[in-house]
Nanobody
Framework: QVQLVESGGGLVQAGGSLRLSCAAS????????MAWYRQAPGKQRELVAT???????DYADSVKGRFTISRDNPKRTVYLQMNSLKPEDTAVYYC?????????????????WGQGTQVIVSS
């Protein structure tokens, strides 16, 4: 069974920084794309940043220049460094990963989600 466990959320003043971490564990063969999403109250979940297995990154326009996604493959961990935080960044942040696991009859690639970590940015 695969688990994604996030950490690093909290309360910060506008202009401050936070670093989120997400560690994957379980019977993992390959971790493909890892990503961060967020969901603010009353809004749909939105993609914040992605990091492919090939090393490519992409960001939502709203966070470009302020957030940086990185990845430590041996640790099976993805990070989101968030700088110059704004009140509109307040949301629950979710880790997402496309992971291939070994099954009895072969392999299976599925999308997994973490439980979410709350980020609150005060003005």
């Amino acid at each position: 069974q695969v688990q994604l466990v996030e950490s690093g959320g909290g309360l910060v003043q506008a202009g401050g920084s936070l670093r989120l971490s997400c560690a994957a564990s379980g019977s993992i063969l390959v971790i493909n794309t890892m990503a961060w999403y967020r969901q603010a109250p009353g809004k749909q979940r939105e993609l914040v940043a992605t990091f492919t297995s090939g090393g490519s990154t992409d960001y939502a326009d709203s966070v470009k220049g302020r957030f940086t996604i990185s990845r430590d493959n041996p640790k099976r961990t993805v990070y989101l460094q968030m700088n110059s935080l704004k009140p509109e960044d307040t949301a629950v942040y979710y880790c997402n990963a496309k992971i291939t696991t070994a099954q009895v009859m072969g392999v299976l690639t599925s999308i997994y989600w973490g439980q979410g970590t709350q980020v609150i940015v005060s003005s």
